[in-house]
């Protein structure tokens, strides 16, 4: 196998690949230090939303505060992947009428949109040169 | 398919599952908020290490200080999978010497390791019952 490499790669390049995603983490700063946790994400061009409960503590812990929200494809076999770290604010919405395509995996209410602001995205492709390592 | 169910596990439950794992997610604040970046794990038992270079920012910022690692494996398309939380304190260590198994996929030096000394640790699994939805 050839020599792994990483390469940085642009904002449009890191939008393309996160793109339909379903699934991205999301960090924040929890009173009791950092946390973070998969969510169901919906891309939308530049918009990234997704849907939790109003009751949930990350609804309370998120709303105008700053999270990084991180999206990766990782083959381990292979050690080559890709991963977009976008960083920005977390707005909650409660109005219940919201439209947002992220459709949540569990059954319950989810009346709250949580959208992501992003102040920057950044991203590394990690593959394998055809020379040999 | 029947009711998607989210079950938390417990602790002896979420180290069995992230024994092995290559790829966890390590959040922290960052001097400009919160980040998330993938890191290349070694699990053994308790302990949870993962290497990067003495200049890295990462390794600086996340001395002495309070993380959190993610780990999961989520299939997007049944909709099902685990998540796992584990949250501490990490500390850097500079000593050439120190052996660890976590292998870093790339080439370069990569002298410090990094501990996690876990807090706490939860995860939860999302399956899907047998019953129709």
Chains 1, 2 share one sequence.
Not at 32 to 43: E, H, K, M, R
Not at 62 to 68: H, R
Not at 84 to 95: E, H, M, N, Q
């Amino acid at each position: 196998m050839g020599k792994h490499v990483l390469v940085e790669m642009d904002a449009e390049e890191c939008w393309r690949l996160i793109e339909g995603t379903q699934v991205g983490r999301l960090a924040w700063n929890a009173p009791d230090g950092p946390t973070v946790l998969p969510v169901n994400i919906a891309v939308d061009g530049t918009s990234i939303t997704f849907r939790t409960a109003s009751t949930s503590s990350l609804t309370a812990q998120v709303d105008d505060s700053p999270v990084a929200l991180e999206v990766d494809a990782i083959d381990e076999g292979y050690r080559t992947g890709w991963s977009v770290l976008v960083r920005g604010t977390a707005s909650a919405s409660f109005d219940a009428g919201a439209v947002t395509s992220a459709e949540p995996w569990l059954e319950g209410a989810r009346p709250v949109t949580v959208t992501v602001r992003p102040r920057s995205i950044t991203g590394r492709f990690l593959g394998v040169t055809d020379q040999p390592g």
